[in-house]
């Protein structure tokens, strides 16, 4: 409900502010008393466009401000704010909007800054502003259905039928995006496979590949690998000047001086090491020599397995470690893969249950709505008979489809006679502006808590009726 409207420089007007009362309320006025201009700017606080002209002469911007209750039965409003972190306090709400001169703007609700469609989009849960043949939300069936539900008390059901709907439609995306990749599945599947068992097939070893190059190039170079140690095992020993005569041969020397000169004691010690260092690596080279024996087909197995590990570490990855991990990653993809199916088979039957689930309630909306249709009918016929239409029918008309869509298998639409007669028609295919406010004016007041049509209170208006009086609705429009 709009409580409180206020407007500073806006058009004509400096600084104004209006009051209005809960129920059925009135502005009337003669010809230029500024009627026109609260309407325009009912329009921008409701995300209109605005042209910087309205802003009142010698202002450099015009705002207007409002002040909302939002009522507990408007949760698609209420969620709507809730989903934005924006707070009712005491239930009401302050929305604000500025335009400036250079056509920028800005647009609050409470304290949070929003975008004009964010306007636009939430004013429209709570108002419907109409002018001549401006009825835009009354000749769209989806608020025919809207009004129903609300009329009949079931806009929570529907609100959770919806939730499940949309709960079933993403259950049956992910089923058929399943059997769209049924076939792709099966190639991943079968690849895994060949990879792991490839991979296991090598019984890899860590560090594997290094070891085998090297002793496949010992393996290559057999014959100058044995020349160069059995020439170095020579030297140290069986050659007539070998580094093992030479060192003993120096060893007595120094040996020798050192019983002369003390000072001399350090430098045999070393060479004494030294000689003995040079024993120990002859006897190790000769037994290595000793020891070198040439494979062919220890060359050809080790070549082999190298040229396998190669093929491997470059599909599957740069070293043994990596080739390992890869496996592992496989095997676990393929356990998923595996079990895609059984749980294709828990989406199916949760699909299933879902359906037949809402069904259900589809049909007990159905029922719901064919009841409250009946009594809506009749409730706004005889409003509109207040409202100056005596002859007038009004019907919610519900068709009943096949299958459920996103709101339940039902398709509501108004239908209004306006004369004896004539047989009933869509609000769309009416001619009369003034009949369809009238049909907007009774469906308003048969959804709110009140009859705001009891009483209207005016000012002098150009029809004789003169002071502020209080009249029955069906009376002033006599006279009007």
């Not at 306007?119 to 000749?139: A, C, K, R």
């Not at 040079?278 to 020891?291: F, M, P």
Request: charged share 30%; net charge negative; glycine share 8%.
């Amino acid at each position: 409900m709009l409580e409180e409207l206020s407007l500073q420089n806006y058009a004509l007007i400096d600084g104004f502010s209006l009051w209005f009362n809960q129920g059925f309320n009135i502005l009337t006025g003669e010809t230029g008393a500024g009627k026109s201009i609260i309407v325009g700017a009912l329009g921008f606080l409701m995300g209109a466009k605005t042209d910087p002209q309205v802003i009142r002469t010698g202002a450099g911007e015009a705002s207007v401000s409002a002040v909302i209750a939002v009522g507990r039965k408007n949760q698609d409003a209420r969620d709507w704010l809730h989903a934005r972190g924006i707070n009712l306090e005491d239930h009401r709400l302050i929305v604000r909007r500025v335009i400036k001169r250079s056509g920028r703007g800005a647009i609050y609700m409470q304290n949070a800054p929003v975008t004009r469609a964010d306007l636009g989009e939430f004013m429209g849960f709570l108002f419907d502003l109409h002018g001549q043949h401006s009825h835009e939300s009354l000749l769209k069936k989806e608020i025919h259905r809207k009004y129903l539900d609300n009329f009949a008390g079931i806009e929570e059901d529907v609100r959770s039928f919806n939730r499940l709907f949309r709960e079933l439609a993403d259950k049956k995306k992910r089923i058929e995006d399943a059997r769209a990749l049924d076939q792709d599945r099966a190639a991943r599947l079968e690849f895994l496979r060949y990879a792991v068992e490839e991979i296991a097939g090598f019984a890899l070893k860590s560090g594997e590949t290094e070891a085998l190059e090297q002793e496949a190039r010992k393996l290559r170079n057999f014959q100058k690998l044995a020349a160069q140690v059995g020439a170095g095992a020579a030297a140290f020993f069986e050659q007539e000047v070998s580094v093992l005569s030479l060192a003993r041969k120096a060893a007595s020397l120094l040996e020798t001086a050192a019983a002369i000169d003390p000072n001399m004691a350090p430098l045999f010690k070393r060479l004494e090491s030294l000689y003995y260092e040079a024993e120990d690596i002859s006897g190790e080279l000769r037994v290595y020599h000793g020891k070198l024996a040439y494979d062919p087909r220890r060359l050809e197995a080790v070549e082999e397995r190298l040229a396998g590990l190669y093929r491997l570490k470059k599909k599957y990855g740069a070293d043994e470690d990596a080739v390992e991990s890869y496996k592992n990653r496989a095997e676990k993809e393929i356990d998923a893969i595996a079990g895609a199916e059984e749980n294709q088979e828990a989406l199916r039957a949760e699909t299933a249950s879902l359906e037949a689930e809402l069904c259900r309630r589809s049909r007990g909306i159905s029922a719901k709505r064919a009841g409250a249709a009946a009594v809506l009918g009749e409730q706004v016929s005889g409003i509109l008979c207040r409202l100056g239409m005596a002859q007038a029918c009004f019907t919610a008309q519900i068709t009943e489809k096949e299958t459920f869509g996103p709101w339940g298998s039902d398709e509501v639409e108004f239908l209004i006679s306006a004369n004896s007669g004539e047989p009933l028609k869509p609000l769309a295919r009416i001619a009369s502006g003034g009949e369809l406010s009238r049909v907007m004016l009774a469906i308003k007041t048969v959804l709110s808590s009140e009859d705001t049509l009891e009483t209207l209170v005016f000012d002098e208006i150009d029809t004789g009726i003169g002071g502020e009086v209080a009249l029955p609705i069906g009376e002033y429009l006599a006279k009007i």
